[in-house]
């Protein structure tokens, strides 16, 4: 048995105990070794003790989301044990730290059910609730272990680097345990080596620690277990493949600040709120460029003054945006609707979590869609788009102030803690695929009163922001451009902004802002609207934003193993809703699956309310977790072969 290049890797421990930057040296070295990966970040909502993990699907092929069944697990915790030993497949790997011991009463994070299932789970092999207990069971289950004895290494790391305080360093052991599973793989050293220097670089002192503890590690585990693994056939190994230095390591949240700071973004706002925040942290660390200024980057006292602060610098001319969550964003609606009625490009970052009200904080959903797209008293122009990968993130921040400043509106970017908090090895960006489009912004009036936009823009020698146009867009200039006064007000206004309650007015001012949505269907491109994968089929799976990446490996899955071919139909433009395009892509379809993290299947009313169509099945996740490709695969096997009863299927895994 000799599977090569392809496993699930899973490691967890308390938060604050460094298992984030041990997973990040694990990818750090995979991706050095030219191999493609999907990272999952899991983390309680608090700030240290609670049980986090990572797990990551590396491959020699490109991987776009995470699986469920784990191939190898590390563990150097407790309750890392407990959680997640079970998911371990047949002739999988745990690789622990041999001083693990305690029960499961030792574990006061662990949920009363799970400890409960746990116990019971034991009880029926005759087994007691220990970590022995646990790590015999799995054994009965076929899993392999690989005892590795942490604390005696640091002993002789310490007393090889003549240090004995070396030995007290237990945050050392989550390092020397990714040596050991990497040595268990046979993987290179130097590029664990290199992983290392890199995710340490900003301390050479540590990195060399790092390095010391990896090194000892990785040889010990390889001279202890080199006879063992030809014995018994280990079946997974990693082998570098040429290194591409066209791809990138990165993490969702980053795309989206790359792709505003390539967009020109100049001021951006936020309130701290997970999962947004890291993306401001993030230009916060990058806003100079060359020695030259970038980005603008406020933290403000709340997120009504974020989104207020973002449309004062859109009224001045700079290309901002704001970046939040759900409850954030439910601050921001009434300056959403200030900046709807006075035509304000505006950028509003949406890094949904599962609500309501806190909800789940540090957890994954897609419920906010149909409030993003009705957010709002009265009714004004919106678009709504939705990235579904890490990607479309990039390219997408930067179309949404395109589509800000081309129809001078309010723009939602949907993302969400299933792609902020990811990692992944995608292709490199190319800012060139996206041009810059500021839309109609004037200088001056004195070009205005010289160019052909000019009796559109001036009115008796005044300033006319609000003008009527053919297309309903009207000539902006920068708020305090000499000699280009006009009025902003909450109220309706005149086409110079003066409030107005005329009847005949309003009306025309409404159908001046809202055509617009029309203007915009027509406009963007195909693949702008929605986008189809797959294979020809009449069976169409449905869905937007995050799910694609489980949605796509989930039919692959379904041809190569069970020889069906399903097709999928990704939604970017949620808002206008793209009627034409969607209808046109389903015409064929006879089986339609939509498929979305939420409960109600908010995608599904705007297919009923849009196209009169109904999706013949749902499939729904809403646990906090995302969905995973082994999960989705199975649901739409079911479907398709007819053992689903029920029209509504909802997928729990998650621990």
């Known amino acids: 048995m000799e599977v090569v290049n392809r496993l699930n890797w899973v490691t967890g421990g308390p938060q604050g105990s460094g298992v984030d930057t041990a997973a990040n040296v694990f990818a750090k070295a995979c991706a050095l070794g030219g191999l493609y990966l999907f990272g999952k970040r899991e983390y309680h909502s608090n700030i240290k003790g609670e049980h986090s993990y990572f797990s990551i699907h590396v491959s020699d092929k490109p991987v776009r989301a995470h699986v469920d069944p784990i191939d190898m697990l590390v563990v150097f915790d407790l309750e890392t044990l407990f959680r997640h030993a079970l998911h371990v497949v047949k002739d999988g790997i745990i690789v622990y730290d041999s001083s693990i011991e305690g029960s499961i009463d030792d574990v006061p994070t662990l949920e009363k059910r799970r400890r409960d299932e746990l116990r019971s789970v034991l009880a029926r092999h005759s087994l007691e609730g220990t970590a022995e207990g646990m790590l015999k069971l799995v054994e009965m289950n076929g899993v392999r272990l690989y005892s590795i004895p942490c604390h005696d290494l640091l002993h002789d790391i310490a007393s090889k680097r003549n240090d004995p305080s070396l030995s007290k360093m237990v945050r050392l052991i989550n390092m020397m345990m990714v040596s050991a599973s990497l040595a268990l793989l046979e993987y290179d050293q130097q590029l664990l080596v290199d992983a290392i220097r890199y995710i340490f670089r900003a301390r050479k002192s540590i990195a060399d620690l790092n390095v010391d503890a990896a090194l000892y590690t990785y040889n010990y585990t390889k001279a202890r277990y080199a006879n063992t693994d030809k014995e018994d056939g280990i079946g997974y190994r990693l082998i570098a493949r040429e290194f591409r230095d066209d791809m990138l390591l990165i993490q969702g949240n980053q795309a989206?600040?790359?792709?505003?700071?390539?967009?020109?973004?100049?001021?951006?706002?936020?309130y701290p709120i997970t999962p947004a925040s890291d993306e401001s942290e993030f230009l916060e660390a990058n806003e100079l460029l060359d020695g030259k200024g970038s980005v603008v980057v406020v933290q403000t006292e709340d997120e009504i003054a974020a989104v207020a602060m973002a449309i004062g610098a859109g009224l001045a001319g700079a290309r901002s945006s704001t970046s939040t969550s759900g409850p954030g964003f439910s601050l921001m609606v009434e300056a959403l609707g200030w900046a709807g009625i006075n035509e304000v490009p505006v950028v509003i970052t949406l890094y949904q979590r599962a609500g309501p009200s806190t909800g789940l904080p540090t957890r994954h959903e897609q419920g906010d869609l149909l409030f993003a797209i009705h957010a709002g008293h009265g009714e004004f122009p919106r678009i709504v788009i939705a990235s579904g990968d890490v990607e479309e993130a990039f390219y997408d921040a930067i179309r949404a102030f395109n589509y800000a400043e081309r129809y001078q509106m309010p723009v939602i970017h949907m993302v969400d803690k299933a792609i902020a908090n990811c990692v992944t090895v995608c292709n490199e960006f190319n800012p060139a695929l996206v041009r810059i489009d500021r839309g109609l912004l004037l200088d001056s009036v004195t070009n205005a009163t010289t160019s052909t936009t000019a009796e559109a823009v001036v009115v008796d020698g005044r300033y006319s922001r609000f003008r009527f146009t053919g297309d309903g867009i009207s000539p902006r200039i920068r708020l305090g451009t000499v000699g280009a006064v006009f009025w902003n007000t909450?109220?309706?206004?005149?086409?110079?902004?003066?409030?107005?309650?005329?009847?005949?007015?309003?009306?025309?001012?409404?159908?001046?802002?809202?055509?617009?949505?029309?203007?915009?269907?027509?406009?963007?491109?195909?693949?702008e609207q929605a986008m189809v994968y797959g294979y020809k089929s009449d069976a169409t799976v449905i869905s937007w934003g995050s799910t694609k990446g489980a949605i796509l490996d989930a039919i692959d899955m379904l041809k190569a193993r069970d020889g069906i071919d399903m097709n999928f139909v990704q939604l970017r433009l949620l808002h206008p809703f793209p009627t034409s395009r969607i209808a046109s892509l389903l015409e064929e379809t006879r089986l339609l699956i939509d498929v979305e993290m939420n409960y109600s299947a908010q995608l599904a009313k705007l297919l009923r309310a849009n196209l009169q169509r109904d999706a013949d099945y749902h499939v729904v996740k809403y646990n906090g977790r995302p969905m995973s490709s082994s999960e989705v695969y199975e649901a739409l096997k079911g479907?398709?072969?007819?053992?689903?009863?029920?029209?509504?299927?909802?997928?729990?895994?998650?621990?």
């Open 256 to 270: 989206v600040a790359l792709g505003k700071i390539v967009g020109g973004c100049r001021f951006q706002t936020y």
């Open 490 to 527: 909450g109220d309706e206004h005149d086409e110079l902004g003066h409030i107005t309650e005329d009847p005949d007015l309003r009306i025309r001012m409404m159908d001046k802002r809202m055509g617009k949505l029309d203007l915009i269907l027509k406009e963007l491109s195909y693949e």
């Open 639 to 655: 479907i398709v072969r007819g053992s689903v009863r029920s029209k509504r299927v909802v997928l729990r895994h998650g621990v």
